[in-house]
């Protein structure tokens, strides 16, 4: 019987999803050892590589290998479609040409061409000599091809190709680079909790980035790029401020799974004031919004649950009195029609003004809304002067308001 085909796509999957990560670790050691004014691309010039002035000036191949015990020679698959990758792309002999840079996770097998290529102290000379005894006397099919056009290149120009090649072996696995990055970060939050939320926004971050680059929305990301944002994300984990972890995509994305808000007790309370679809799509997403925000600052301990519950006590305490104050202003002779419409003038003036904060310096809109409908959806207010009867005949329970 015929072998059956593996169609099994997540090694490459792997590979691919390694590079852009590892991306964002070689960006920050730029950042802070050779390269403070360059950029990182993807899939521009090469996997991955260094750019100053939009001029190529390392050319950097990426291969990854899960937990491979294997070591790095000079007649292996890897090293020689690297070179082969490089031939194709300049001229091996230009003595102006980039350098070319072979980042692996393997470690480069003792007295091999790639452990003569480790920096800092590289001997070319040495790994020239292994790389042309390696391609006379190798028998791989796959590499045949290259060692060939390798041979045939006329030894001042291999002598050059040799001088730009370097090789970072070693590299971080895929589960390590996580630490890797946090390692080269100039500082971050302290606790456990805040540097969890750090990365997770960093990575998010570079996640969308790298997604631009390939889509070729963007060319590269620059060090100085880099560091503006590590800044301003910093900034928003000071004693004042706090940061935003949920966005629009993230009611989207919940959304598409399913999610539905549609007979929560703050949905009817908005209904009560005949509030229109547009805004009522809003009110659902805020509510999601500043919902899960506030459980993944807790779960981060970036905000405690008492700080939370009185953040919360002094929404309801500067709502009471707008509420109070609507009522008294309502005649006695008022309609449905004129309930409503102070219902939702009162809903608006406590929404669109953002008096009560969470945090001195925080003071999205969106957070300031949602609370306000999860304390809806809870009875704790509401908009309509008679929202206290209704919503004890819609869950049964008693409000105290």
């Known amino acids: 019987m015929p072998s059956p085909v593996s169609h ?5 999957a792997l590979g691919y999803l390694y590079q852009a990560r590892w991306a964002l670790l070689e960006l920050l050691r730029g950042a802070v050892e050779e390269r403070p004014d360059g950029a990182i691309s993807l899939e521009m010039h090469d996997d991955v590589a260094w750019e100053n002035g939009h001029r190529a000036v390392d050319l950097l191949q990426v291969k990854y290998h899960q937990r491979s015990v294997r070591t790095l020679g000079d007649k292996d698959d890897d090293l020689w479609r690297t070179i082969r990758s490089w031939m194709d792309t300049h001229q091996p002999g230009d003595p102006d040409g980039p350098w070319l840079t072979l980042v692996t996770t393997q470690a480069a097998r003792p007295g091999s061409a790639a452990a ?27 590499s045949k091809e290259t060692r060939e056009r390798f041979l045939t290149l006329s030894p001042a120009d291999r002598g050059v190709f040799v001088q730009r090649m370097r090789v970072l072996d070693g590299a971080p696995l895929s589960d390590d680079l996580d630490e890797a990055v946090r390692r080269r970060l100039f500082s971050l939050p302290p606790g456990d909790g805040p540097k969890n939320a750090f990365m997770r926004q960093l990575w998010a971050w570079w996640y969308e980035q790298a997604a631009a680059m390939l889509q070729k929305q963007i060319t590269s990301v620059s060090v100085e790029q880099l560091r503006g944002w590590v800044e301003h994300l910093r900034d928003s984990f000071t004693a004042a401020t706090l940061p935003t972890l949920v966005g629009r995509d993230d009611w989207r994305a919940a959304q598409d799974e399913g999610v539905d808000f549609g007979d929560r007790c703050f949905v009817h309370q908005l209904r009560w004031v005949d509030v229109g679809r547009v805004q009522l799509e809003k009110a659902v997403m805020d509510y999601y919004r500043a919902y899960t925000q506030a459980v993944l600052w807790v779960d981060d301990h970036l905000v405690a649950i008492d700080d939370l519950a009185r953040y919360q006590e002094d929404l309801v305490d500067e709502w009471e009195r707008h509420f109070d104050r609507m009522k008294r202003s309502l005649p006695l002779d008022a309609t449905e029609q004129d309930r409503q419409r102070a219902g939702e003038d009162l809903m608006w003036r406590l929404l669109d003004s953002v008096t009560v904060k969470i945090r001195d310096r925080y003071d999205e809109v969106f957070f300031h809304r949602g609370q306000h409908h999860c304390l809806a959806d809870e009875g704790r207010v509401g908009w309509h002067p008679e929202f206290v009867e209704r919503v004890r005949a819609l869950t049964g329970s008693v409000v105290h308001a």
């Open 8 to 12: 099994d796509a997540s090694a490459s």
């Open 116 to 142: 003569a290529l480790r920096g800092p102290v590289r001997r070319p000379d040495e790994a020239q000599l292994l790389l042309e005894r390696a391609a006379r006397e190798s028998d791989a099919e796959k």
